[in-house]
């Protein structure tokens, strides 16, 4: 079972900055997750909310706002800065967009136009990059430019509008079900598990036969396994 640094270590440091996922390759993990969001002048930022006040105190709507006045106000990270520190550490990537969006499946159109121009360095790499939305729409247009699709949901219906090769459970619902992680095994698909901390947790997926975690706390995930 593979473990990715959900936003980076952010148990430790700021979600989704390079602070935490310089952390996440320290502690070991196996690949990073991490929220991208489109500012106003259409440059793919590291981003979970759609303003900035939570985390910056400033009351900034990401896509109605340039990247350099969030640069001063939130200092946020560069997916394409992500996207090379993956490359350099040979980390996988879990890409979720965030949706809904004013401009509706842009930020999945610019996300694909970067990774096919990187498309020739990420091979070389031999990282996997997975795109994942709770957006049912957002899956299809993953799927149509032939990118690797993870279908993510909190509910366990939503799981019969899948046509995607990866689910992406919450954590309670693999605690609800112990037998969903093989039910989506015979019907082909991976599973990858959001967001799991519990050292407990992290060792009921790996007997289930979770595929990936995202967790918040990769060092603690890996000792939880017994990795070294």
Known sequence: MLIYAHRGA???FPEGSQAAYEAAI???ADGFECDVRLTKDLQIICYHDANTKRLSGVDLEIAKTNYEQLKKAANPYLFTDLLDLAIKNKKHLAIETKHPTPTGGLIESELHKL?????AEIKE??????IMSFS???TQRNIRAGFESVYLFAEPLLINLNTSGIVGPA?????????FVKQQKNKGRRVFVWTVNDPSDVKLCADAGVD??????PAQARKALGYS
């Open 10 to 12: 952010s148990v430790d």
């Open 26 to 28: 320290s502690q070991g």
């Open 115 to 119: 990774l096919n121009q990187r498309a």
């Open 125 to 130: 790499s031999g990282i996997n990059i997975s």
């Open 136 to 138: 049912w729409f957002a």
């Open 171 to 179: 954590l309670q619902i693999i605690k609800n079900n112990p037998n």
């Open 212 to 217: 990936v975690i995202m967790s918040d706390n």
